[in-house]
């Protein structure tokens, strides 16, 4: 499954908590979906962590990490 749909996904079944917490003849569902929750919260973080979408460049011998849409001199700062 890919990140982004499990992002949505997620973002849907929280929604759906929140609709089922606030309904009165809902709230032995609510208290399922909450108890499941947390796996579902964690499975989440890690899918987000563990993708490898970006590929970051390769830094130079004198490259610093930085900002990839800013050059050096447009910064200000770092001279």
């Known amino acids: ?3 982004k749909v499990f992002i949505i996904a997620v973002s849907l079944y929280i929604i759906l908590f929140l609709i089922t ?3 009165a003849s809902l709230i032995p569902l609510s208290f399922i979906l909450f108890a499941f929750s947390p ?3 964690v499975g989440m973080i ?3 962590l563990k993708e490898q979408g970006f590929k970051y460049p390769e830094l130079g ?3 610093e990490w930085g900002y ?3 050059k050096k001199c447009e910064m200000g700062l770092l001279g």
């Open 39 to 41: 796996f579902i919260i």
């Open 46 to 48: 890690y899918l987000v």
């Open 1 to 3: 499954m890919k990140t």
């Open 68 to 70: 990839l849409d800013k």
């Open 21 to 23: 917490w606030n309904s």
């Open 61 to 63: 011998e004198k490259d």
